[in-house]
C-alpha cells in the first residue's frame, strides 16, 4: 500500500463545474499538506499549502485537511478548461523529512 | 517571490556523452535543493538531496557515479548526467525551499532528457 493514494483519474467535467480531488495517506505523522498542479511538460505550481487541520480558501481554490480521517481535498468552484492539468498532493512530516506525493489526478474541464 | 529557475528546459544528446542542468533558486537562497524525475504519467521520484557546501545525499537506487550534483553556492545546484543511455530519457525536476524548514517546497519548471 502506497503511503500516499490519489485516484488517477482522468476526471472530466464541464466548464463551471465545482471539481473534487482528494487523497488519503497512512502515515498520521503528516502535518503539513500541499497542492501542486502541473501541466503536460512543466515543473509542478503551488496551488495550496496547509497546516494541520481544516479549511484554507484561496480565491476558486479551497484547500481541505481532515487529520482524523487522513483524508484531504482540494475544491476548484467554477472551473475553467485552463484548470485542466494534473494535481498532486504531497505532505511531510516537519522541517527536514522529504516530502511524499500522491500519483497526481488528471483533471479535464471541457469548455 | 520564491522563483527556482531551471535550465535548459529541453535538451537532446548522443548516447555516451554528458548533460549538465542547471537549477538556480532567483529571488532566495537554497541551502537544500532537490533533484527528482519524472516518468510519462507517473509522479515524481526524489532522486537527490543536494546540499550546499557537502555532498549530496542520494536516494536508494540512484547511482550516484552517473548522477552526478554539484551545489556550489546558495542559488546554484547542478546535475550531470554522466555516460547517458537512452534509459536515463526522463523528465528531470529540482525544487527548493525559501524558507527552509516548513516552508513548502516550489519547483523548477523541469528539463526534458532524450538521449539517443
Known amino acids: 500500500q502506497k503511503e500516499v493514494e490519489q485516484d488517477p483519474g482522468p476526471l472530466s467535467v464541464p466548464e463551471g463545474a465545482i471539481v473534487s480531488l482528494n487523497c488519503t495517506y497512512s502515515?498520521?505523522?503528516?502535518?503539513?499538506f500541499m497542492w501542486y498542479r502541473q501541466y503536460s511538460r512543466k515543473g509542478p505550481e503551488l496551488l495550496m499549502y496547509?497546516?494541520?487541520?481544516g479549511n484554507k480558501e484561496d480565491g476558486r481554490f479551497t484547500a481541505q485537511v481532515d487529520k482524523s480521517s487522513k483524508y484531504i481535498s482540494l475544491f476548484i468552484r467554477d472551473s475553467q478548461p485552463s484548470d485542466s492539468a494534473t494535481y498532486l498532493c504531497?505532505?511531510?512530516?516537519?522541517?527536514?523529512?522529504?516530502?511524499?506525493f500522491g500519483g497526481g489526478t488528471r483533471l479535464m474541464v471541457k469548455p | 517571490g520564491a522563483v527556482v529557475s531551471q535550465h535548459p528546459s529541453w535538451v537532446i544528446c548522443k548516447s555516451g556523452t554528458s548533460v549538465k542542468i542547471e537549477c538556480r533558486s532567483l529571488?532566495?537562497?537554497?541551502?537544500?535543493m532537490f533533484w527528482y524525475r519524472q516518468f510519462p504519467k507517473q509522479s515524481l521520484m526524489l532522486m537527490a538531496t543536494?546540499?550546499?557546501?557537502?555532498?549530496?545525499?542520494?536516494e536508494q537506487g540512484v547511482e550516484k557515479d552517473k548522477f552526478l550534483i554539484n551545489h556550489a553556492s546558495l542559488t546554484l545546484s547542478t546535475l550531470t548526467v554522466t555516460s547517458a543511455h537512452p534509459e536515463d530519457s526522463s523528465f528531470y525536476i529540482c525544487?527548493?525551499?525559501?524558507?527552509?524548514?516548513?516552508?513548502?517546497?516550489?519547483f523548477g519548471n523541469g528539463t526534458r532528457l532524450t538521449v539517443t
Open positions: 525544487s527548493a525551499s525559501p524558507g527552509g524548514g516548513n516552508s513548502p517546497l516550489h
Open positions: 502515515n498520521s505523522a503528516f502535518q503539513y
Open positions: 496547509t497546516y494541520s487541520s
Open positions: 504531497a505532505m511531510y512530516v516537519g522541517a527536514g523529512n522529504m516530502l511524499t
Open positions: 529571488d532566495f537562497q537554497a541551502t537544500t
Open positions: 543536494s546540499n550546499e557546501g557537502s555532498k549530496a545525499t542520494y
